[in-house]
Protein backbone atom coordinates (compact mmCIF):
# COMPACT_ATOMS: atom_id res chain seq x y z
CA UNK A 1 0.00 0.00 0.00
CA UNK A 2 1.25 3.50 -1.13
CA UNK A 3 1.33 6.37 1.05
CA UNK A 4 -0.54 7.90 -0.40
CA UNK A 5 -3.47 5.48 -0.32
CA UNK A 6 -2.75 4.82 3.44
CA UNK A 7 -5.92 4.54 5.74
CA UNK A 8 -6.58 5.09 9.23
CA UNK A 9 -9.25 4.18 11.43
CA UNK A 10 -11.01 3.28 7.58
CA UNK A 11 -10.32 6.81 6.55
CA UNK A 12 -7.49 8.78 4.52
CA UNK A 13 -4.58 9.18 6.69
CA UNK A 14 -4.84 13.28 5.19
CA UNK A 15 -8.10 13.43 7.73
CA UNK A 16 -5.58 13.29 10.69
CA UNK A 17 -3.46 15.81 9.23
CA UNK A 18 -6.29 17.88 8.78
CA UNK A 19 -7.68 17.10 12.10
CA UNK A 20 -4.53 18.47 14.19
CA UNK A 21 -3.65 21.23 12.00
CA UNK A 22 -7.01 22.64 12.87
CA UNK A 23 -6.87 21.62 16.75
CA UNK A 24 -3.89 23.45 17.16
CA UNK A 25 -5.62 26.66 15.25
CA UNK A 26 -8.15 26.34 17.37
CA UNK A 27 -6.52 25.60 20.29
CA UNK A 28 -4.96 29.41 19.32
CA UNK A 29 -7.77 30.91 18.65
CA UNK A 30 -9.83 30.22 21.43
CA UNK A 31 -6.91 30.45 23.77
CA UNK A 32 -6.17 33.54 22.32
CA UNK A 33 -9.89 34.72 22.43
CA UNK A 34 -10.37 33.67 26.12
CA UNK A 35 -7.47 35.76 27.23
CA UNK A 36 -8.21 38.63 25.27
CA UNK A 37 -11.12 40.91 27.24
CA UNK A 38 -9.21 39.78 30.30
CA UNK A 39 -6.08 41.49 28.95
CA UNK A 40 -7.50 44.84 27.57
CA UNK A 41 -9.45 45.56 30.89
CA UNK A 42 -7.16 43.87 33.63
CA UNK A 43 -4.33 44.85 32.37
CA UNK A 44 -4.64 47.78 30.03
CA UNK A 45 -7.37 48.49 32.55
CA UNK A 46 -9.86 49.69 29.48
CA UNK A 47 -13.56 50.61 30.13
CA UNK A 48 -15.85 47.71 29.11
CA UNK A 49 -17.30 49.94 26.06
CA UNK A 50 -13.49 50.13 25.03
CA UNK A 51 -12.89 46.36 25.34
CA UNK A 52 -16.39 45.18 23.99
CA UNK A 53 -15.76 47.40 20.71
CA UNK A 54 -12.55 46.17 20.16
CA UNK A 55 -13.55 42.62 20.42
CA UNK A 56 -16.50 42.86 18.42
CA UNK A 57 -14.31 44.45 15.34
CA UNK A 58 -11.57 41.87 15.85
CA UNK A 59 -14.55 38.96 15.73
CA UNK A 60 -16.59 40.63 12.87
CA UNK A 61 -13.51 40.75 11.01
CA UNK A 62 -12.23 37.12 11.94
CA UNK A 63 -15.60 35.26 10.98
CA UNK A 64 -16.33 37.64 7.93
CA UNK A 65 -12.95 37.33 6.37
CA UNK A 66 -13.06 33.48 6.30
CA UNK A 67 -15.51 34.64 2.69
CA UNK A 68 -12.65 36.45 0.92
CA UNK A 69 -10.22 33.98 1.81
CA UNK A 70 -11.88 31.09 0.39
CA UNK A 71 -12.12 33.36 -3.28
CA UNK A 72 -8.60 34.28 -2.90
CA UNK A 73 -7.49 30.40 -2.13
CA UNK A 74 -9.88 29.78 -5.16
CA UNK A 75 -8.82 32.33 -7.31
CA UNK A 76 -5.05 32.44 -6.86
CA UNK A 77 -3.26 30.86 -4.05
CA UNK A 78 -5.20 26.93 -3.93
CA UNK A 79 -6.29 26.05 -0.64
CA UNK A 80 -2.79 24.51 0.01
CA UNK A 81 -0.59 27.62 -0.35
CA UNK A 82 -3.64 29.54 1.57
CA UNK A 83 -3.82 27.12 4.59
CA UNK A 84 0.50 27.66 4.82
CA UNK A 85 0.29 31.25 4.55
CA UNK A 86 -2.58 31.79 6.85
CA UNK A 87 -0.86 29.25 9.26
CA UNK A 88 2.29 31.74 8.88
CA UNK A 89 0.26 34.85 9.73
CA UNK A 90 -1.43 33.69 12.46
CA UNK A 91 1.94 32.02 14.83
CA UNK A 92 3.08 35.68 13.68
CA UNK A 93 -0.21 36.95 14.95
CA UNK A 94 0.17 35.25 18.39
CA UNK A 95 3.94 35.83 18.84
CA UNK A 96 3.32 39.52 18.54
CA UNK A 97 0.50 39.28 21.20
CA UNK A 98 2.88 37.48 23.70
CA UNK A 99 5.16 40.92 23.68
CA UNK A 100 2.86 42.65 26.27
CA UNK A 101 3.38 46.12 24.07
CA UNK A 102 0.37 47.98 22.88
CA UNK A 103 1.63 48.68 19.11
CA UNK A 104 2.39 44.53 19.57
CA UNK A 105 -0.77 43.86 20.73
CA UNK A 106 -3.06 45.73 17.25
CA UNK A 107 -0.18 44.26 15.00
CA UNK A 108 -1.09 40.93 16.61
CA UNK A 109 -4.69 41.21 15.78
CA UNK A 110 -4.30 42.21 12.37
CA UNK A 111 -2.24 39.73 11.84
CA UNK A 112 -4.47 36.86 13.52
CA UNK A 113 -7.56 38.13 11.97
CA UNK A 114 -5.66 37.70 8.02
CA UNK A 115 -4.57 34.19 9.47
CA UNK A 116 -7.83 33.25 10.28
CA UNK A 117 -9.19 34.22 6.67
CA UNK A 118 -6.76 32.22 4.84
CA UNK A 119 -6.71 29.02 7.17
CA UNK A 120 -10.11 28.82 8.08
CA UNK A 121 -12.26 28.01 4.65
CA UNK A 122 -9.61 26.12 3.48
CA UNK A 123 -8.55 23.78 5.95
CA UNK A 124 -12.49 22.89 5.15
CA UNK A 125 -12.59 22.60 1.73
CA UNK A 126 -9.65 20.26 1.72
CA UNK A 127 -11.87 17.46 4.16
CA UNK A 128 -14.24 17.42 1.41
CA UNK A 129 -11.09 16.96 -0.97
CA UNK A 130 -10.07 14.08 0.18
CA UNK A 131 -12.97 12.12 -0.93
CA UNK A 132 -14.47 10.98 -4.55
CA UNK A 133 -17.58 12.71 -4.76
CA UNK A 134 -21.08 10.34 -3.33
CA UNK A 135 -18.17 8.51 -0.89
CA UNK A 136 -20.50 7.70 1.84
CA UNK A 137 -17.50 8.08 4.21
CA UNK A 138 -17.49 12.17 3.79
CA UNK A 139 -20.22 12.81 6.48
CA UNK A 140 -18.34 10.61 8.84
CA UNK A 141 -15.12 12.72 7.57
CA UNK A 142 -16.38 15.99 9.23
CA UNK A 143 -17.40 14.62 12.57
CA UNK A 144 -14.39 13.46 12.72
CA UNK A 145 -12.82 16.76 11.79
CA UNK A 146 -15.34 19.32 14.03
CA UNK A 147 -13.91 16.85 16.94
CA UNK A 148 -10.66 17.97 16.25
CA UNK A 149 -12.37 21.64 16.27
CA UNK A 150 -13.80 21.66 19.72
CA UNK A 151 -10.72 19.47 21.43
CA UNK A 152 -9.04 22.51 20.41
CA UNK A 153 -11.37 25.06 22.01
CA UNK A 154 -11.43 22.65 24.81
CA UNK A 155 -7.81 22.92 25.45
CA UNK A 156 -6.92 26.22 24.82
CA UNK A 157 -8.55 27.75 27.30
CA UNK A 158 -7.57 25.24 29.92
CA UNK A 159 -3.78 25.55 29.30
CA UNK A 160 -3.62 29.21 28.20
CA UNK A 161 -5.67 31.07 31.30
CA UNK A 162 -3.76 28.26 33.46
CA UNK A 163 -0.44 30.07 32.01
CA UNK A 164 -1.80 33.37 32.92
CA UNK A 165 -2.54 33.03 36.59
CA UNK A 166 0.37 30.85 36.68
CA UNK A 167 3.02 32.96 34.92
CA UNK A 168 2.02 35.84 33.38
CA UNK A 169 0.55 37.21 30.02
CA UNK A 170 3.08 36.37 27.50
CA UNK A 171 2.66 32.74 28.72
CA UNK A 172 -0.94 32.49 28.15
CA UNK A 173 -0.82 34.28 24.78
CA UNK A 174 2.66 32.15 23.65
CA UNK A 175 1.21 29.10 23.97
CA UNK A 176 -1.39 30.29 21.91
CA UNK A 177 1.45 30.87 19.03
CA UNK A 178 3.48 28.04 20.29
CA UNK A 179 0.08 25.88 19.32
CA UNK A 180 -0.32 27.52 15.90
CA UNK A 181 3.40 26.82 15.09
CA UNK A 182 2.77 23.20 15.78
CA UNK A 183 -0.26 23.02 13.58
CA UNK A 184 1.78 24.70 10.74
CA UNK A 185 4.58 21.71 11.34
CA UNK A 186 1.95 19.09 11.21
CA UNK A 187 0.19 20.80 7.86
CA UNK A 188 3.46 20.87 6.39
CA UNK A 189 5.15 17.57 6.94
CA UNK A 190 1.57 15.88 6.36
CA UNK A 191 1.38 17.56 2.86
CA UNK A 192 2.06 14.72 1.16
CA UNK A 193 -0.44 12.46 1.98
CA UNK A 194 -3.60 15.11 1.40
CA UNK A 195 -5.07 13.60 -1.73
CA UNK A 196 -7.41 15.50 -3.27
CA UNK A 197 -9.85 13.96 -5.85
CA UNK A 198 -11.24 17.06 -7.94
CA UNK A 199 -15.17 16.87 -9.03
CA UNK A 200 -15.29 14.50 -11.98
CA UNK A 201 -16.23 15.95 -15.41
CA UNK A 202 -19.77 14.85 -16.63
CA UNK A 203 -19.86 12.34 -20.10
CA UNK A 204 -22.09 13.78 -22.44
CA UNK A 205 -24.51 11.05 -21.69
CA UNK A 206 -24.68 12.71 -17.95
CA UNK A 207 -25.31 15.60 -19.74
CA UNK A 208 -27.94 14.72 -22.08
CA UNK A 209 -29.77 13.16 -18.68
CA UNK A 210 -29.17 16.29 -16.66
CA UNK A 211 -30.49 18.10 -18.85
CA UNK A 212 -33.67 15.53 -19.17
CA UNK A 213 -34.36 15.74 -15.57
CA UNK A 214 -37.16 18.23 -14.91
CA UNK A 215 -36.07 21.51 -13.56
CA UNK A 216 -37.26 23.22 -10.63
CA UNK A 217 -39.93 26.38 -11.22
CA UNK A 218 -38.34 29.28 -10.54
CA UNK A 219 -41.01 30.14 -7.62
CA UNK A 220 -39.45 27.16 -5.78
CA UNK A 221 -35.58 28.44 -6.10
CA UNK A 222 -37.43 31.98 -5.54
CA UNK A 223 -39.28 30.67 -2.25
CA UNK A 224 -36.12 28.64 -1.17
CA UNK A 225 -34.06 31.78 -1.15
CA UNK A 226 -36.45 33.51 1.46
CA UNK A 227 -36.42 31.17 3.17
CA UNK A 228 -32.82 31.11 3.98
CA UNK A 229 -33.21 34.78 4.09
CA UNK A 230 -35.66 34.37 7.04
CA UNK A 231 -33.06 31.89 8.44
CA UNK A 232 -30.23 34.46 8.47
CA UNK A 233 -32.34 37.01 10.94
CA UNK A 234 -32.78 34.27 13.09
CA UNK A 235 -28.43 33.12 12.97
CA UNK A 236 -28.05 36.69 14.01
CA UNK A 237 -30.27 36.91 16.59
CA UNK A 238 -28.85 33.49 17.95
CA UNK A 239 -24.89 34.29 17.56
CA UNK A 240 -25.79 37.97 19.47
CA UNK A 241 -27.09 36.36 22.40
CA UNK A 242 -24.36 33.23 22.38
CA UNK A 243 -21.66 35.54 21.91
CA UNK A 244 -21.86 36.85 25.27
CA UNK A 245 -19.73 34.18 26.46
CA UNK A 246 -16.34 36.08 25.78
CA UNK A 247 -17.24 39.09 27.33
CA UNK A 248 -20.10 39.91 29.51
CA UNK A 249 -19.98 36.05 30.85
CA UNK A 250 -16.36 35.90 31.11
CA UNK A 251 -16.56 38.95 33.07
CA UNK A 252 -19.13 38.03 35.05
CA UNK A 253 -16.58 34.81 35.53
CA UNK A 254 -13.63 36.94 36.45
CA UNK A 255 -15.06 39.32 39.02
CA UNK A 256 -18.58 37.69 40.43
CA UNK A 257 -17.89 33.88 40.73
CA UNK A 258 -16.43 31.67 43.09
CA UNK A 259 -14.45 29.67 40.87
CA UNK A 260 -13.93 26.71 43.20
CA UNK A 261 -15.63 22.95 42.02
CA UNK A 262 -16.30 21.96 45.92
CA UNK A 263 -16.29 25.11 48.28
CA UNK A 264 -19.39 27.42 48.43
CA UNK A 265 -17.59 29.61 51.25
CA UNK A 266 -16.16 32.30 49.75
CA UNK A 267 -12.96 33.43 50.83
CA UNK A 268 -13.33 37.46 51.29
CA UNK A 269 -10.99 39.06 48.90
CA UNK A 270 -7.72 40.44 50.31
CA UNK A 271 -6.57 44.24 50.07
CA UNK A 272 -2.67 46.00 50.19
CA UNK A 273 -3.56 46.51 53.95
CA UNK A 274 -3.29 42.78 54.85
CA UNK A 275 0.08 42.37 53.56
CA UNK A 276 0.94 45.73 54.77
CA UNK A 277 0.31 45.30 58.19
CA UNK A 278 1.64 41.51 58.12
CA UNK A 279 5.11 43.43 57.06
CA UNK A 280 4.81 45.73 60.00
CA UNK A 281 4.42 42.89 62.15
CA UNK A 282 7.58 40.53 61.11
CA UNK A 283 5.46 38.04 59.23
CA UNK A 284 5.83 36.70 55.86
CA UNK A 285 4.53 38.76 53.27
CA UNK A 286 5.79 36.64 49.95
CA UNK A 287 4.28 33.47 49.02
CA UNK A 288 7.33 30.61 48.40
CA UNK A 289 8.07 29.47 44.86
CA UNK A 290 5.37 26.19 44.69
CA UNK A 291 6.51 23.46 42.77
CA UNK A 292 4.32 21.53 40.65
CA UNK A 293 3.70 18.66 42.77
CA UNK A 294 2.22 21.02 45.62
CA UNK A 295 0.12 22.95 43.42
CA UNK A 296 -1.49 19.65 42.10
CA UNK A 297 -1.98 18.79 46.00
CA UNK A 298 -3.43 22.06 46.45
CA UNK A 299 -5.39 21.73 43.87
CA UNK A 300 -7.04 18.22 44.96
CA UNK A 301 -7.91 19.24 48.38
CA UNK A 302 -9.81 22.60 46.38
CA UNK A 303 -10.33 22.08 43.33
CA UNK A 304 -11.08 25.60 41.47
CA UNK A 305 -10.64 27.08 37.80
CA UNK A 306 -9.26 30.03 36.91
CA UNK A 307 -12.06 32.56 34.54
CA UNK A 308 -10.99 31.84 31.67
CA UNK A 309 -10.85 28.49 31.61
CA UNK A 310 -14.93 28.46 31.99
CA UNK A 311 -14.48 29.44 28.19
CA UNK A 312 -13.88 25.35 27.89
CA UNK A 313 -17.14 24.03 29.65
CA UNK A 314 -18.96 25.01 26.11
CA UNK A 315 -16.53 22.88 24.17
CA UNK A 316 -17.02 20.17 26.95
CA UNK A 317 -20.48 20.26 26.56
CA UNK A 318 -20.06 20.05 22.16
CA UNK A 319 -17.80 16.68 22.74
CA UNK A 320 -19.91 15.11 25.80
CA UNK A 321 -23.27 15.93 24.80
CA UNK A 322 -23.33 15.89 20.64
CA UNK A 323 -23.67 12.40 20.77
CA UNK A 324 -26.92 12.06 22.78
CA UNK A 325 -28.65 14.30 20.24
CA UNK A 326 -27.20 12.15 17.24
CA UNK A 327 -29.00 9.25 18.83
CA UNK A 328 -31.74 11.72 19.90
CA UNK A 329 -32.82 12.67 16.76
CA UNK A 330 -32.04 8.79 14.71
CA UNK A 331 -34.49 7.42 17.58
CA UNK A 332 -37.13 9.99 16.80
CA UNK A 333 -36.60 9.67 13.18
CA UNK A 334 -37.34 6.45 13.38
CA UNK A 335 -40.93 7.51 15.02
CA UNK A 336 -41.39 10.31 12.48
CA UNK A 337 -41.82 12.45 14.90
CA UNK A 338 -37.96 14.51 14.25
CA UNK A 339 -39.14 17.72 14.31
CA UNK A 340 -38.40 20.02 11.24
CA UNK A 341 -35.29 21.98 10.53
CA UNK A 342 -37.04 25.40 11.05
CA UNK A 343 -38.50 23.88 14.52
CA UNK A 344 -34.90 22.68 15.57
CA UNK A 345 -34.28 26.13 15.27
CA UNK A 346 -37.10 27.46 17.48
CA UNK A 347 -35.65 24.70 20.47
CA UNK A 348 -32.25 26.59 19.59
CA UNK A 349 -33.40 30.04 20.38
CA UNK A 350 -35.52 28.87 23.48
CA UNK A 351 -32.14 27.03 24.71
CA UNK A 352 -30.39 29.76 24.81
CA UNK A 353 -33.43 31.57 26.75
CA UNK A 354 -33.25 29.27 28.90
CA UNK A 355 -29.45 29.32 29.08
CA UNK A 356 -30.03 33.48 30.49
CA UNK A 357 -33.24 32.03 32.61
CA UNK A 358 -30.74 30.34 34.97
CA UNK A 359 -28.49 33.36 35.24
CA UNK A 360 -31.39 35.57 35.82
CA UNK A 361 -31.59 33.92 39.47
CA UNK A 362 -27.72 33.52 40.07
CA UNK A 363 -27.74 37.28 39.85
CA UNK A 364 -30.52 37.34 42.37
CA UNK A 365 -27.85 35.54 44.48
CA UNK A 366 -25.30 37.65 43.81
CA UNK A 367 -27.03 41.05 44.34
CA UNK A 368 -26.89 41.19 48.28
CA UNK A 369 -26.56 43.85 50.15
CA UNK A 370 -22.89 45.53 52.39
CA UNK A 371 -23.00 48.69 53.53
CA UNK A 372 -20.02 51.10 55.31
CA UNK A 373 -20.56 54.35 57.33
CA UNK A 374 -18.96 57.68 55.80
CA UNK A 375 -19.43 60.76 56.91
CA UNK A 376 -19.31 62.57 53.43
CA UNK A 377 -18.68 61.89 49.57
CA UNK A 378 -14.74 63.30 48.61
CA UNK A 379 -14.64 66.12 45.80
CA UNK A 380 -15.38 64.09 42.59
CA UNK A 381 -17.49 61.94 43.61
CA UNK A 382 -21.15 62.30 42.91
CA UNK A 383 -24.50 60.78 42.93
CA UNK A 384 -27.38 60.94 40.84
CA UNK A 385 -31.30 61.53 41.73
CA UNK A 386 -31.83 58.00 43.16
CA UNK A 387 -28.30 57.83 45.16
CA UNK A 388 -25.93 56.16 42.36
CA UNK A 389 -22.35 56.87 42.69
CA UNK A 390 -20.31 58.42 39.84
CA UNK A 391 -17.48 60.19 38.25
CA UNK A 392 -17.62 62.49 35.15
CA UNK A 393 -15.18 61.19 32.34
CA UNK A 394 -14.91 62.24 29.21
CA UNK A 395 -15.80 60.33 26.22
CA UNK A 396 -15.59 60.89 22.62
CA UNK A 397 -15.54 64.49 23.14
CA UNK A 398 -18.18 64.55 25.33
CA UNK A 399 -18.69 64.38 29.49
CA UNK A 400 -20.73 61.12 30.41
CA UNK A 401 -21.24 59.43 34.10
CA UNK A 402 -19.49 56.57 34.50
CA UNK A 403 -21.32 54.29 37.35
CA UNK A 404 -19.51 51.94 39.84
CA UNK A 405 -20.75 48.65 41.15
CA UNK A 406 -22.41 47.89 38.05
CA UNK A 407 -24.82 51.22 38.91
CA UNK A 408 -25.53 49.42 42.80
CA UNK A 409 -23.31 51.79 44.79
CA UNK A 410 -25.06 53.82 46.69
CA UNK A 411 -24.70 56.94 49.06
CA UNK A 412 -26.88 58.07 51.63
CA UNK A 413 -26.43 61.25 52.47
CA UNK A 414 -28.91 61.66 55.61
CA UNK A 415 -27.45 58.65 57.31
CA UNK A 416 -24.05 59.01 55.78
CA UNK A 417 -23.96 55.63 54.52
CA UNK A 418 -21.80 54.17 51.21
CA UNK A 419 -24.12 50.68 50.13
CA UNK A 420 -23.68 48.53 47.38
CA UNK A 421 -25.70 45.30 46.30
CA UNK A 422 -23.49 42.51 44.88
CA UNK A 423 -19.76 42.65 44.82
CA UNK A 424 -17.63 45.53 44.22
CA UNK A 425 -15.15 44.72 41.17
CA UNK A 426 -11.70 45.12 41.98
CA UNK A 427 -11.38 47.58 38.51
CA UNK A 428 -14.11 49.95 40.38
CA UNK A 429 -12.44 50.06 43.26
CA UNK A 430 -9.25 51.09 41.71
CA UNK A 431 -10.80 53.80 39.91
CA UNK A 432 -13.25 55.29 42.76
CA UNK A 433 -9.60 55.82 44.66
CA UNK A 434 -7.52 57.09 42.03
CA UNK A 435 -10.25 59.57 41.92
CA UNK A 436 -9.81 61.02 45.12
CA UNK A 437 -5.68 61.32 44.87
CA UNK A 438 -4.53 64.92 45.64
CA UNK A 439 -4.13 66.97 42.45
CA UNK A 440 -0.42 67.85 42.67
CA UNK A 441 0.19 64.00 43.29
CA UNK A 442 -2.27 63.25 39.77
CA UNK A 443 0.07 65.75 38.17
CA UNK A 444 3.49 64.46 39.50
CA UNK A 445 2.41 61.11 38.48
CA UNK A 446 1.35 61.87 34.76
CA UNK A 447 4.95 63.52 34.29
CA UNK A 448 6.42 60.16 35.66
CA UNK A 449 4.24 58.03 33.28
CA UNK A 450 6.08 60.18 30.40
CA UNK A 451 8.98 60.16 31.77
CA UNK A 452 9.37 56.93 31.75
CA UNK A 453 7.73 56.02 28.35
CA UNK A 454 10.61 58.78 27.16
CA UNK A 455 13.23 56.11 29.17
CA UNK A 456 11.84 53.53 27.98
CA UNK A 457 11.51 54.50 23.90
CA UNK A 458 16.03 56.02 24.61
CA UNK A 459 17.04 52.54 25.57
CA UNK A 460 18.39 49.81 23.75
CA UNK A 461 16.50 46.48 23.99
CA UNK A 462 17.62 44.79 27.24
CA UNK A 463 18.78 48.00 28.69
CA UNK A 464 17.92 48.64 32.16
CA UNK A 465 17.75 51.94 33.55
CA UNK A 466 16.24 53.95 36.69
CA UNK A 467 15.51 57.29 37.90
CA UNK A 468 13.91 58.66 40.91
CA UNK A 469 11.72 61.30 42.27
CA UNK A 470 10.23 62.95 45.20
CA UNK A 471 6.84 62.66 45.48
CA UNK A 472 4.35 65.51 47.19
CA UNK A 473 0.32 64.69 49.39
CA UNK A 474 1.28 61.09 49.92
CA UNK A 475 -0.60 59.83 53.08
CA UNK A 476 1.59 58.34 56.17
CA UNK A 477 0.88 54.80 55.13
CA UNK A 478 1.42 54.58 51.42
CA UNK A 479 2.84 52.23 50.00
CA UNK A 480 3.23 50.47 46.34
CA UNK A 481 0.58 47.73 45.90
CA UNK A 482 -1.36 45.76 43.42
CA UNK A 483 -0.59 43.59 40.29
CA UNK A 484 1.52 46.10 38.33
CA UNK A 485 3.03 48.49 40.07
CA UNK A 486 5.30 46.88 42.14
CA UNK A 487 6.49 45.73 38.63
CA UNK A 488 7.71 49.06 38.05
CA UNK A 489 7.65 51.21 40.97
CA UNK A 490 9.47 51.23 44.57
CA UNK A 491 8.79 53.43 47.46
CA UNK A 492 11.44 54.58 49.82
CA UNK A 493 9.12 56.37 52.59
CA UNK A 494 12.40 57.34 54.87
CA UNK A 495 13.45 59.29 51.40
CA UNK A 496 10.08 60.07 50.22
CA UNK A 497 11.16 58.98 46.74
CA UNK A 498 9.47 56.77 44.26
CA UNK A 499 12.29 54.80 41.74
CA UNK A 500 10.81 53.98 38.02
CA UNK A 501 12.33 50.66 36.39
CA UNK A 502 10.16 50.52 33.59
CA UNK A 503 7.68 52.19 31.53
CA UNK A 504 4.21 52.86 33.83
CA UNK A 505 0.79 51.54 32.02
CA UNK A 506 -2.15 52.58 33.17
CA UNK A 507 -2.95 50.01 35.05
CA UNK A 508 0.38 50.79 37.17
CA UNK A 509 -0.87 54.60 36.92
CA UNK A 510 -4.40 54.01 38.48
CA UNK A 511 -2.73 52.02 41.31
CA UNK A 512 -0.27 54.05 42.38
CA UNK A 513 -3.26 57.16 42.08
CA UNK A 514 -5.40 54.92 44.13
CA UNK A 515 -2.81 54.45 46.64
CA UNK A 516 -2.54 58.08 47.85
CA UNK A 517 -6.71 58.28 48.07
CA UNK A 518 -8.52 60.46 50.41
CA UNK A 519 -7.70 58.31 53.22
CA UNK A 520 -11.55 57.98 55.25
CA UNK A 521 -13.22 57.46 51.63
CA UNK A 522 -10.49 54.47 51.22
CA UNK A 523 -10.88 52.80 54.14
CA UNK A 524 -14.87 52.74 53.51
CA UNK A 525 -14.35 51.60 49.47
CA UNK A 526 -11.87 48.49 51.10
CA UNK A 527 -14.16 47.17 53.56
CA UNK A 528 -17.11 47.57 51.00
CA UNK A 529 -14.51 45.66 48.67
CA UNK A 530 -13.82 42.82 51.31
CA UNK A 531 -17.57 42.63 52.71
CA UNK A 532 -19.17 42.26 49.34
CA UNK A 533 -16.90 40.01 47.99
CA UNK A 534 -18.53 37.32 50.03
CA UNK A 535 -21.94 37.53 47.67
CA UNK A 536 -19.70 35.64 44.63
CA UNK A 537 -21.89 33.14 43.28
CA UNK A 538 -21.11 29.38 42.90
CA UNK A 539 -19.66 28.41 39.24
CA UNK A 540 -22.32 25.65 38.89
CA UNK A 541 -24.23 28.50 37.57
CA UNK A 542 -22.21 28.81 34.73
CA UNK A 543 -21.70 25.39 34.38
CA UNK A 544 -25.61 24.97 34.03
CA UNK A 545 -25.78 27.91 31.60
CA UNK A 546 -23.03 26.71 29.21
CA UNK A 547 -24.79 23.36 29.62
CA UNK A 548 -28.06 24.68 28.53
CA UNK A 549 -26.38 27.31 25.88
CA UNK A 550 -24.76 24.15 23.86
CA UNK A 551 -28.13 21.85 24.08
CA UNK A 552 -29.30 25.83 22.48
CA UNK A 553 -26.57 25.40 20.25
CA UNK A 554 -27.02 22.15 19.16
CA UNK A 555 -30.21 22.31 17.98
CA UNK A 556 -29.50 25.11 15.88
CA UNK A 557 -26.20 25.47 14.52
CA UNK A 558 -25.50 22.12 13.04
CA UNK A 559 -28.97 21.67 11.48
CA UNK A 560 -28.62 25.27 9.61
CA UNK A 561 -25.60 24.81 8.23
CA UNK A 562 -26.84 21.65 6.60
CA UNK A 563 -30.38 23.21 5.50
CA UNK A 564 -28.38 26.16 3.68
CA UNK A 565 -26.94 23.42 1.31
CA UNK A 566 -30.32 21.91 0.73
CA UNK A 567 -32.27 25.03 0.09
CA UNK A 568 -29.25 27.28 -2.02
CA UNK A 569 -29.69 27.13 -5.51
CA UNK A 570 -27.01 24.30 -6.93
CA UNK A 571 -24.90 27.21 -8.45
CA UNK A 572 -24.89 29.35 -5.94
CA UNK A 573 -24.14 27.31 -2.71
CA UNK A 574 -20.68 28.94 -2.44
CA UNK A 575 -22.70 32.91 -1.85
CA UNK A 576 -24.94 31.17 0.64
CA UNK A 577 -22.51 29.80 2.78
CA UNK A 578 -21.02 32.93 2.72
CA UNK A 579 -24.21 34.52 3.68
CA UNK A 580 -23.77 32.21 6.74
CA UNK A 581 -20.52 33.19 7.90
CA UNK A 582 -21.46 36.90 7.12
CA UNK A 583 -24.41 36.23 9.28
CA UNK A 584 -22.21 35.22 11.96
CA UNK A 585 -19.49 37.93 11.89
CA UNK A 586 -22.64 40.29 11.96
CA UNK A 587 -23.69 38.76 15.05
CA UNK A 588 -20.34 38.97 16.94
CA UNK A 589 -20.14 42.81 16.30
CA UNK A 590 -23.87 43.12 17.21
CA UNK A 591 -23.03 40.91 20.76
CA UNK A 592 -20.16 43.55 21.50
CA UNK A 593 -22.52 46.34 21.02
CA UNK A 594 -24.82 44.72 23.48
CA UNK A 595 -21.08 43.99 25.75
CA UNK A 596 -20.34 47.52 25.95
CA UNK A 597 -23.53 48.64 28.02
CA UNK A 598 -21.99 45.43 30.77
CA UNK A 599 -21.38 47.59 34.21
CA UNK A 600 -24.53 50.27 32.73
CA UNK A 601 -27.18 48.01 34.70
CA UNK A 602 -27.40 45.39 37.13
CA UNK A 603 -26.33 41.61 35.91
CA UNK A 604 -29.77 40.82 36.49
CA UNK A 605 -31.37 43.31 34.37
CA UNK A 606 -28.70 42.63 31.78
CA UNK A 607 -29.45 38.71 31.89
CA UNK A 608 -32.88 39.47 30.99
CA UNK A 609 -32.83 41.50 28.06
CA UNK A 610 -31.59 38.10 26.34
CA UNK A 611 -33.90 35.84 27.85
CA UNK A 612 -36.67 38.12 26.34
CA UNK A 613 -34.78 38.65 22.86
CA UNK A 614 -34.55 34.95 22.23
CA UNK A 615 -38.08 34.01 23.51
CA UNK A 616 -40.00 36.37 21.57
CA UNK A 617 -37.56 35.54 18.73
CA UNK A 618 -38.38 31.98 19.35
CA UNK A 619 -42.09 32.58 19.17
CA UNK A 620 -41.38 34.57 16.34
CA UNK A 621 -39.91 31.96 14.41
CA UNK A 622 -42.58 28.96 16.08
CA UNK A 623 -45.38 31.30 13.93
CA UNK A 624 -43.82 30.88 10.71
CA UNK A 625 -42.83 27.19 11.07
CA UNK A 626 -45.71 26.14 8.58
CA UNK A 627 -45.02 28.72 6.09
CA UNK A 628 -41.45 27.99 6.01
CA UNK A 629 -41.89 24.27 5.73
CA UNK A 630 -44.43 25.12 2.60
CA UNK A 631 -41.67 27.25 1.23
CA UNK A 632 -39.11 24.48 1.66
CA UNK A 633 -40.94 22.41 -1.35
CA UNK A 634 -39.99 19.00 0.08
CA UNK A 635 -36.91 19.70 1.65
CA UNK A 636 -35.98 18.02 5.21
Known amino acids: MSVKSRTIFGHPAGLYVLFFTELWERFSFYGMKTLLVLYMINHFFWSQERASDLLGWYAFLAYGLPVVGGFVADRWLGARRAVVFGAILLSAGHICMAIESMPFFYTALGLIIAGVGLLKPNVSTQVGALYKPGDPRRDGAFTIFYMGINLGALIG ?15 GFGAAGVGMILGLI ?9 VEFNQEVPTEEQQAEAAARPQHPPHVVRDRIIVLLVVFAFIILFWTAFEQSPNAMLVWADKHTNLSLTSVEVEPASIEEAASQAEASGAATTEQPRGLGTRIADWLRDPRMSSGQTQAFNPFFIITVAPIFAFLWVWLD ?10 KMVLGLVGVALAFGVMWPAAHFENRASSVQLAALPAGISTDEQGRV ?11 RVYFGLTRLHYDADRQ ?14 RLLSETAPADFKRTVEGLVTRSEEQASAARIGESWEFAEELPSVPPDFRIAGTEAPKMLSWDADMGTLTVTDKINERAKVELLAAAAQPDFKQAVDALYVNSSRFKVSVWWLIGFYLVLTMGELCLSPVGLSLVTKLAPPKHVGLFMGGWFL ?6 KLAQVFGAYWGKMPPADYFLIFVVMCAVGGLLLALL ?11 Q
Do not use: F
Not at 417 to 430: A, C, F, I, K, T
Not at 625 to 635: A, I, S
Open 390 to 400: YIVETMKGSEE
Open 625 to 635: VRPLKRMMHGV
Open 157 to 171: PLLCDWLRVNHGWSW
Open 186 to 194: VYVIGQKIL
Open 334 to 343: RRKLQPSTPM
Open 583 to 588: ATAIAE
Open 417 to 430: VLELNGVLPDLDRL
